[in-house]
């Protein structure tokens, strides 16, 4: 047996005996161990410990906005550690990385979006939006105001208040106990949402939360109204709008953040992923010129949220160089551009394909709906994600609320031989799954 085959079996049994894997099948992963074991990233590409490349087409979780191997992030990283590793930033103390990411995010947010909470990622961010959304109407003087509305098929994160939120029912399943006062309604109706405001009252509603384009839950766009009539109902109410960017946000929709596509500025804009293309663990939440207004004018004494690692010097090191590496090489432009080629070749596939219903896009996310109800042995997007996979390409299945969608964010840096190559590789796995039916 070759030092490769023996390390990859030393690893694999690790992995199994140690290691529980975040939204992972255990059982699969206890009987058969990893599916891959990744040891190298260089642009759109990953390496496996067996020299096996392939293509990420999801972006690793939709973050990887830049691109894997990035060396001047790396840099960047170094050079602040040798620095200044870390500092709290609790009792007003601060430090030069998130002072300028903060003025930096002020910078290109929509609107008047001026102030930002930093925290360690996208969960923990909606967490924040939802907590501090709460205690501005406390400050306010209406402390009814407490319940959060949000979408069907959204996805907001796993912490207790992004479960609660989160629209997907298998994860709200997945505990017997979630976080009062959240509310869901039908992810693409603006009337809907009016609807429980008034059944609800709303003198009770804090805020409604919603990403400007559904990622996990299938890649779901609303209608070009759709914000603005969100936005009207929000400000008729007295109601916080909240829009979750972890996913749509720093260029990955062809625009610099999912929400300025309608032309409608939140209250609130939550973000991570793509703040440092992965490179560094950060999120935050962007408030408005009047929410932090309100905040600074009615405050007394502390406000007491916060995360150890809110506002770390090295994570904000990497961001600031990450968002400098998107604004020169033009990425979001290349977004767009390769997000059309990529919907052209969904649409070729779906002329090629029996299976491929409904395709759609916006930038570089992409969704494939799978036609597979005919059919009695369930869902069929898993399998050909699985089929990918052997070919050389990485993509995500989205089997929730009887969707069977494949699901794709490449990066920003994609080009349009990479892109032709993704689109090969999909029509060549799903006509194998065809031939088997």
């Known amino acids: 047996m070759s030092k490769i085959a023996i390390l990859n079996q030393e690893l694999i049994e690790l992995d199994k005996k140690h290691f529980l894997h975040p939204t992972s099948a255990i059982q699969q992963q206890q009987t058969q161990g990893p599916a891959f074991i990744f040891t190298k990233g260089e642009g ?9 490349r392939v293509i990420d087409g999801m972006s690793s979780l ?3 906005n830049i691109g894997h191997g990035r060396k001047e992030l790396g840099q960047a990283a170094m050079e602040q550690m040798n620095k200044l590793a870390f500092s709290s930033c609790f009792a007003t103390f601060s430090n030069e990385p998130v002072i ?3 003025a930096k995010i002020a910078e290109i947010t929509p609107g008047n979006l001026s102030a930002t909470f930093f925290t360690s990622g996208g969960s923990e961010a909606n967490d924040t939006a939802y907590k501090l959304a709460r205690h501005y109407w406390i400050l306010k003087g209406q402390p009814k105001k407490k319940k959060i509305i949000s979408r069907s098929r959204s996805y907001h994160g796993v912490a207790m208040g992004a479960t609660s939120a989160t629209g997907l029912k298998p994860f709200r399943d997945f505990t017997n106990s979630l976080a009062p006062d959240f509310y869901h309604v039908d992810n693409l109706s603006a009337q809907a949402l009016r ?4 059944a609800e009252g709303p003198e009770t509603i804090a805020a409604f939360v919603a990403e400007p384009v559904q990622g996990a839950g299938g ?4 209608s070009k109204d759709y914000f603005k009539e969100v936005r009207e109902i929000c400000n008729h109410y007295n109601i916080l709008l909240i829009t979750d960017e972890v996913i749509t946000g720093f260029g990955r929709t062809g625009r610099a ?10 209250d609130m804009m939550c973000f991570a992923k793509g703040v440092t293309s992965g490179y560094a663990q950060l999120g935050g939440v962007v408030f408005s010129e009047p929410i932090y207004e309100g905040f600074k004018e009615l405050s007394v004494g502390t406000l007491l949220h916060g995360y150890t690692y809110s506002g770390h010097p090295m994570a904000c090191a990497v961001a600031l160089k990450n968002i400098e590496i998107i604004e020169n090489e033009n990425l ?3 977004a767009q551009k390769m997000g059309e080629e990529m919907l052209n070749g969904f649409k070729w596939v779906q002329t090629e394909r029996n299976l491929v219903g409904e395709v759609r896009g916006l930038g570089l996310m992409g969704a494939v709906e799978i036609e597979s109800n005919q059919f009695s ?8 994600v699985n089929e990918a996979a052997r070919r050389g390409l990485i993509c995500r299945s989205v089997v929730f609320d009887g969707m069977d969608t494949l699901v794709f964010a490449p990066p920003l840096i994609i080009n349009k031989q990479e892109i032709d190559s993704m689109i090969e590789i999909l029509n060549d796995s799903i006509n194998t799954i065809e031939q088997k039916l």
């Open 100 to 102: 300028r990411l903060a």
């Open 377 to 384: 042995q369930g869902p069929l997007a898993p399998l050909i």
């Open 219 to 222: 890649v779901h766009i609303g």
């Open 195 to 198: 609807e429980v405001i008034e």
């Open 257 to 266: 953040f999912g929400i300025e596509h309608y032309g409608v500025t939140p």
């Open 62 to 64: 939709w973050n990887v």
């Open 332 to 334: 979001i432009d290349n």
């Open 44 to 52: 759109v590409y990953l390496e496996d410990v067996n020299g096996n």
